[in-house]
T-cell receptor, first 117, second 113 residues
Framework: GAVVSQHPSWVICKSGTSVKIECRSL??????MFWYRQFPKQSLMLMAT?????????EQGVEKDKFLINHASLTLSTLTVTSAHPEDSSFYIC?????????????FGPGTRLTVT | SQKIEQNSEALNIQEGKTATLTCNYT??????LQWYRQDPGRGPVFLLL?????KEKRKERLKVTFDTTLKQSLFHITASQPADSATYLC????????????FGSGTRLSIRP
């Protein structure tokens, strides 16, 4: 149980285009999902916290107009990187909390490798 | 400023020995601390959670200790195996924002046969 999927697993896009990444909780409902970014050989950096039906809370230094987050249902959150640039190339990982378990554990997706050319 | 440090960037030990990883933090009032395993190109996998009022937690070959006086957690893998080779991340959630966790930089553990 507690499986989180991400789609796509990798994507290459041209500079200036937008890319959407989906995060789904497959066998549980998640009121809260988190989006992280990880650069090579570095740790995960929290970008934003996404609550179902409300606006996301962004961490300091993360541009909300560039990284659009939508948490439209209890099983789906999306991250859209708008007007992508090469410096946005990174590994994007989402995680989710199981609403019914009520615990503090976060279940992570497999990640999405974004390369902007 | 708040900081989480995992002292060793890399640790290389012989199969069968106990691997001990360290996580230190400053300027935090942690509600709980977690350890995760991350394999290359994959998302982290939850291993153990220990709360600030707990001293020790065990799960199979894994043991975590939490010393809020020293502001330190130790993560032990006993009878280590090559399959345990991965990057191990510690993560903290503070009382001020218990809903989100902040990660340390990780320790890359290699177990040689």
């Amino acid at each position: 149980g507690a499986v989180v999927s991400q789609h796509p697993s990798w994507v290459i896009c041209k500079s200036g285009t937008s890319v959407k990444i989906e995060c789904r909780s497959l066998d549980f409902q998640a009121t809260t999902m988190f989006w992280y970014r990880q650069f090579p050989k570095q740790s995960l950096m929290l970008m934003a916290t996404s609550n179902e039906g409300s606006k996301a809370t962004y961490e300091q230094g993360v541009e909300k107009d560039k990284f659009l987050i939508n948490h439209a249902s209890l099983t789906l959150s999306t991250l859209t990187v708008t007007s992508a640039h090469p410096e946005d190339s990174s590994f994007y990982i989402c995680s989710a909390r199981d609403r019914d378990r009520g615990g503090d554990e976060q279940y992570f997706g497999p990640g999405t490798r974004l390369t902007v050319t | 400023s708040q900081k989480i440090e995992q002292n060793s960037e890399a640790l290389n030990i012989q199969e069968g020995k106990t691997a001990t990883l360290t996580c230190n933090y400053t300027n935090y009032s942690p509600a709980y601390l977690q350890w995760y395993r991350q394999d290359p190109g994959r998302g982290p996998v939850f291993l153990l959670l220990i709360r600030e009022n707990e001293k020790e937690k065990r799960k199979e070959r894994l043991k975590v200790t939490f010393d809020t006086t020293l502001k330190q957690s130790l993560f032990h893998i006993t009878a280590s195996q090559p399959a345990d080779s991965a990057t191990y991340l510690c993560a903290l959630a503070s009382y001020s924002s218990a809903s989100k966790i902040i990660f340390g930089s990780g320790t890359r553990l290699s177990i040689r046969p």
